[in-house]
Every structure is written in structure tokens, then in C-alpha cells.
């Protein structure tokens, strides 16, 4: 792993959350199922959703500007927006352009999205270290945003009682004082198991090629097979992610994993040997809201007075790519 010749320091932190809440109950008028199952295989008892003309973006313009506000850093200042979004209202322009313009982030500021599902905030940082250690922009905002429920298939009881709607935030500097507030962070994909999760994009051939076809858009996914990959892969990575840090489990503070399934984050607890308090959950509210659910996890723990600031946690999620990361962080006070 390249080292960053700067060292960087979260700044801010912020997130967004719709108001409209469906719960397991809601969910029976759709289809058999019940809160009964969905609590005990997932943990979860209700998920938010956009509304009307709301969307991903208007998730992620308050995120930002929670996460912005939070970091004591100018807008004018911000030199890179990238957004780790799978399910924006638009494929472009990129929701991270969209951010800028709304946040008033000067306009000729680079913004990209970039795409590797629940693992994209945790990519968005090891991209924004890069640059940062490299010199190349000093302040960088990062934006997962998603509105999954706008992309799954609301007769698929299998998927639609899992995700929600969300967004989270994120800002990064050039530590200024030699502090690195990453102290270690790696992020994997495997393409060849991306049939677990896939998700197509409509659109038909030429008519004149071949007769159209109706094309099947919605989120896919082999649950099953999506559990099983990531029980015998992130625990063992965990520890090589903690050992890359210097640490062991025990030095670090907190475990902020991706939100997907609470079965998933006891394995990690257990791996961890961490009790109740070090562990942050909040899936039985949100759901799986993708990129955002460790943002909106952090943040949430820190304004519930959960997580304490001064300390360190691990943050670590995976999803569609196959993808998968992890990183150890420091949160200093004031981020929140
Ligand atoms: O960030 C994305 C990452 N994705 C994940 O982390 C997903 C990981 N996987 C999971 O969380 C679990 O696999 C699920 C919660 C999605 C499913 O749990 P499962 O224990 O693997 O259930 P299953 O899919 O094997 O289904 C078991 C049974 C089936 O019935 P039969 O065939 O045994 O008769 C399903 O038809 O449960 C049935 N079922 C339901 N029953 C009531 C599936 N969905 C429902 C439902 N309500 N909503």
C-alpha cells in the first residue's frame, strides 16, 4: 500500500435522512411477510424513504452542508466533491455536480461520482487520500447518497424490506498539524461474484437492430449469497485492516460497520470481541441505506452521545462489485 506523503484530517461529518418513515407492519399491505421475520433476520423495524420531487440529492445537499458547517471550512474553499452514489435520482449529471451548485461550491470545482455500492464512502476516502497526500487538492468533500427505494422492486419482498433512503458526508483536509487521522484503509472488489448484486440500467437497442425489449431495471440480488461472502471474508480482513493500523482490536474504540443486516454486525462484534458499547447499530431504523450507513451511523452515534469524540473506530462495509473496505480513523472533537 502507497503511503500519502500529507497526512489528512476528517474535518466534518454531516448527514440526511428523509422524513417519511414505512415500517415492517407498512410493509404487509405489500406483500406476505411480517415484522416478525424481517426484525429477526435483519434487525430492522422500519426504513425512511424520499417523497414527492425528493431525492438523493436533496439527501446529500444536507448532508454536505451539515458536514461543511461542522468542518469550520469555507464553501469557496472546497477544491473536489465526490459523491459515492449507486442509486441517484440521475445517472448525470453526476450527483456530486449537482451538490456543488446547491452548496455553492464555486463552479468550475472538479465534482465525480463514483460508483462501488455500500462500499463507496469508505473508496471516496482512500480516492480524496490520494489526492491529498498527493498535493493535488487540499479540501475535499465526500457525499453518499442514495435513493434506493426509488430502484427497488416494491413486489420483491426478498429485497425492498432491506433498503432505505439516505445520505451521508464527509469532509477531508490536509492535516496541518502532521496528525493522519487515517491510519489504515484499504478497499477490495472481486468482479468475478458481481452477479450477488447487480442492478441494469434501462435503455433498448436500435429498433432497427432487433425488436425492443423491456429491460428488467430494478436491484437484484442473491441474499444469500451475499451473507455467506461477506461472513467468511470481513472478519479476517478486519483483523489484517487493524494489524495495518499498528493496533488490535482492542486499542480501538469503535466498530462503525456498513448497516446491512444485524446478524452481519454481531459476526464482526464477535470477531471483535467488543461488547454492546463499542459497537454502533442503527439498522433497526434506516435500513440498508447503502454508501450512507456508516456516515449516518457515525454522526448519529456522536449526537446520541454514543460514540465519543477523542477516540478511534473502524469503519468497514461491502456491497455490490463485489465491494469491500475498511478503515481505521481517528475522530477528533469538533467533527460533529
Ligand atoms: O448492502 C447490500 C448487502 N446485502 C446484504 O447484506 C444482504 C445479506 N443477506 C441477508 O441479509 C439475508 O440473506 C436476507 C435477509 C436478505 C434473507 O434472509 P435469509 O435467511 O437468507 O432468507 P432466504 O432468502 O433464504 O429466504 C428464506 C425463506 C424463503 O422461503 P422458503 O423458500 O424457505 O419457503 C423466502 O421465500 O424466507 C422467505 N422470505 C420471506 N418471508 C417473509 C423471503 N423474504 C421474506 C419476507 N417475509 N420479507
Known amino acids: 500500500?502507497?503511503?500519502?506523503?500529507?497526512?489528512?484530517?476528517?474535518?466534518?461529518?454531516?448527514?440526511?435522512?428523509?422524513?417519511?418513515?414505512?415500517?415492517?407492519?407498512?410493509?404487509?399491505?405489500?406483500?406476505?411477510?411480517?415484522?416478525?421475520?424481517?426484525?429477526?433476520?435483519?434487525?430492522?423495524?422500519?426504513?425512511?424513504?424520499?417523497?414527492?420531487?425528493?431525492?438523493?440529492?436533496?439527501?446529500?445537499?444536507?448532508?454536505?452542508?451539515m458536514a461543511v458547517e461542522n468542518s469550520g471550512i469555507n464553501v469557496e474553499?472546497?477544491?473536489?466533491?465526490?459523491?459515492?452514489?449507486?442509486?441517484?435520482?440521475?445517472?448525470?449529471?453526476?450527483?456530486?455536480?449537482n451538490v456543488q451548485s446547491r452548496l455553492g461550491i464555486p463552479n468550475y470545482v472538479p465534482s465525480f461520482d463514483l460508483t462501488a455500492a455500500c462500499t463507496g464512502l469508505i473508496y471516496a476516502l482512500q480516492v480524496a487520500?490520494?489526492?491529498?497526500?498527493?498535493?493535488?487538492?487540499?479540501?475535499?468533500?465526500?457525499?453518499?447518497a442514495d435513493n434506493n427505494s426509488r430502484l427497488v422492486d416494491w413486489e420483491d419482498r426478498s429485497i425492498s424490506i432491506l433498503f432505505g433512503d439516505g445520505a451521508g458526508a464527509m469532509v477531508v483536509t490536509e492535516a496541518e498539524d502532521g496528525v493522519d487521522d487515517i491510519l489504515s484503509l484499504d478497499v477490495r472488489a472481486d468482479g468475478s461474484i458481481g452477479k450477488y448484486i447487480y442492478m441494469n440500467i434501462p435503455g433498448n437497442n436500435c429498433p432497427l437492430v432487433e425488436p425492443c425489449e423491456q429491460v428488467d431495471a430494478k436491484i437484484h440480488m442473491s441474499g444469500r449469497d451475499v451473507y455467506k461472502f461477506v461472513v467468511t471474508t470481513l472478519p479476517k480482513y478486519i483483523d489484517k485492516c487493524i494489524e495495518d493500523a499498528g493496533m488490535v482490536a482492542s486499542d480501538i474504540d469503535?466498530?462503525?460497520?456498513?448497516?446491512?443486516?444485524?446478524?452481519?454486525?454481531?459476526?464482526?462484534?464477535?470477531?471483535?470481541?467488543?461488547?454492546?458499547?463499542?459497537?454502533?447499530?442503527?439498522?433497526?431504523?434506516?435500513?440498508?441505506?447503502?454508501?450512507?450507513?456508516?456516515?449516518?451511523?457515525l454522526v448519529e452515534g456522536v449526537q446520541q452521545g454514543k460514540i465519543k469524540l477523542g477516540s478511534t473506530a473502524i469503519l468497514c462495509g461491502f456491497g455490490a462489485g463485489m465491494t469491500w473496505g475498511a478503515a481505521v480513523v481517528r475522530l477528533r472533537e469538533g467533527i460533529c
Open 129 to 144: 487520500r490520494g489526492l491529498i497526500g498527493a498535493g493535488i487538492y487540499k479540501n475535499i468533500l465526500l457525499v453518499a
Open 1 to 65: 500500500m502507497t503511503q500519502n506523503v500529507k497526512p489528512i484530517r476528517i474535518a466534518g461529518i454531516g448527514y440526511g435522512v428523509p422524513e417519511t418513515v414505512i415500517t415492517n407492519d407498512d410493509l404487509t399491505k405489500l406483500y406476505d411477510t411480517s415484522d416478525e421475520w424481517i426484525y429477526t433476520r435483519t434487525g430492522i423495524k422500519e426504513r425512511r424513504v424520499v417523497s414527492g420531487n425528493e431525492n438523493a440529492v436533496d439527501l446529500g445537499f444536507a448532508a454536505a452542508k
Open 77 to 97: 474553499d472546497i477544491n473536489c466533491v465526490i459523491a459515492a452514489s449507486s442509486a441517484p435520482p440521475q445517472l448525470y449529471p453526476a450527483l456530486s455536480c
Open 254 to 297: 469503535y466498530l462503525i460497520p456498513h448497516q446491512a443486516n444485524q446478524r452481519i454486525i454481531e459476526a464482526l462484534q464477535q470477531r471483535l470481541e467488543y461488547p454492546d458499547e463499542k459497537v454502533v447499530s442503527n439498522i433497526k431504523y434506516y435500513g440498508n441505506t447503502s454508501a450512507a450507513s456508516i456516515p449516518i451511523a
